[in-house]
């Protein structure tokens, strides 16, 4: 089977190498950076382009793994027929190929990748949508080579997975840098948290998050929250998401009960 | 060393448990509860009691595992003489002990923990303070045969600690109860998140959390963002919290550039 990839940023990068190395033929990168079409083109051994009008008409699937709000204005300016073309956007809707193809779908590995460090596939959920069973199974044969965990996900699905993933991930990964940062005044290093926050982050794999809630706002303890609320004093935006996200635990709390 | 527990909650109970495995000697364990007393002191093979006048005098070392707000008025109650005594609370002060006690400090270690699961305190970071070099060196012996991670920190350094954990676990958790909340409505288990949860988290062991943010809130992508907005929408906490966190995600890359 033959490859394309659009875009050459950290997914396409990480999609692409896993591919090569379980033996897809890649064979051309389309990127409007030629510099990083090049890059990621040496590694897999393709063709690289950062000309729309230069896209091989010779693959058998287009991978999209552009910016979200870039597929739009692409898939104006390309003309595929009856080429199978998918993107890779956990936002994103399959319909945005309507009108624009005839075998469409979505292939979206569910992870956060960084250019320079190789991601692990084998336990990535990979989520799968297509424009009919025919194409759906293509992709399915695709993922299955790469992990064990296929899943077969409608648009509005994914579509809170991704949302979901925003809390869990980068909202989350965000009040780290907040502690980050509170510490940093402290002279104290992000490093002394870790074993609570994996222990933490490790309990919730195994039991509703709801209910292993711990802390002073869950116990609705005035003397902790105010001392907090006390320390933070100086930075107006830490001491509204503190009292926001604990007046959300404890009344999460009571409705769950 | 013979040690006293006064409190049979989580953390007395692994802690009384660990010290016990390392060939210290428990000798009693208080408790307001008869039961939860008993029933620690019988893993331990410690004598048990319910009533503070029948405290042992015989111990060494008497650790104040209970509620943080029920300490002061516990110390009213005690009278220790020369005896050190610490407490295991991450938000109070040293000063508690003040006028209450001759020998005192903090023996905190930073882990939240579950009264069925066994901890590993090898790596766990055991925060101590005391009010002498003497009493504090007395502590340092205890923890390291606990960990080899032993930290000497003033009463602020502790506090803000806990207040940086409560960031990064408590709320974290919260996050990951709402990120199942917003999952459960499309019949989809958390379960598919945590591959992305552990990628995330385990990066921003190895690079500063706020330089490895991601997401619509980083970018500005306001047709994202609005889209979650509208799926939130029935949820009027959710929203507050997914406009207040990508505020200040996109206010804090600003202020760091």
Chains 1, 2 share one sequence.
């Not at 040496?42 to 896209?55: D, P």
């Not at 799968?128 to 699905?157: G, R, Y």
């Not at 990964?173 to 002279?187: C, K, S, W």
């Not at 609320?229 to 503190?242: D, G, R």
Request: with cysteine; proline share 2%; charged share 20%.
């Amino acid at each position: 089977m033959k490859i394309i990839f659009l875009g050459a940023g950290n997914l396409a990068t990480n999609l692409a190498l896993e591919l090569h190395q379980k033996n897809f033929e890649i064979i051309q990168i389309f990127s409007r950076t030629l510099d990083a079409a090049k890059n990621l083109a040496e590694k897999v051994n393709a063709q690289y382009t950062n000309r729309l009008e230069e896209l091989s008409e010779q693959a058998d699937l287009y991978i999209l793994a552009i910016k979200d709000d870039a597929i739009g204005s692409l898939l104006e300016n390309l003309s595929l027929k009856n080429k199978l073309i998918v993107h890779t956007a956990g936002s994103i809707s399959i319909d945005i190929f309507k009108n624009k193809a005839l075998n469409y779908g979505v292939f979206y590995p569910l992870q956060t990748f960084t250019k320079n460090k190789k991601t692990d596939f084998s336990k990535i959920p990979i989520c799968l949508e297509a424009n009919s069973l025919e194409n759906l199974q293509i992709l399915k044969n695709v993922a299955q080579k790469l992990t064990s965990n296929v899943q077969i996900l409608n648009s509005t699905q994914r579509k809170t997975i991704h949302l979901a993933g925003v809390f869990a991930c980068n909202f989350t990964n965000h009040l780290l840098a907040i502690a980050d940062e509170i510490l940093e005044n402290e002279q104290i290093n992000l490093d002394i948290l870790f074993p609570l926050i994996n222990e933490s982050i490790g309990k919730a794999q195994f039991e509703k998050p709801h209910k292993i809630q711990t802390g002073p706002a869950i116990r609705n303890d005035q003397k902790v929250l105010d001392s907090h609320l006390a320390l933070l004093e100086k930075n107006t935006t830490f001491v509204e998401i503190y009292k926001l996200l604990s007046k959300s635990i404890f009344n999460f709390s009571q409705n769950k009960q």
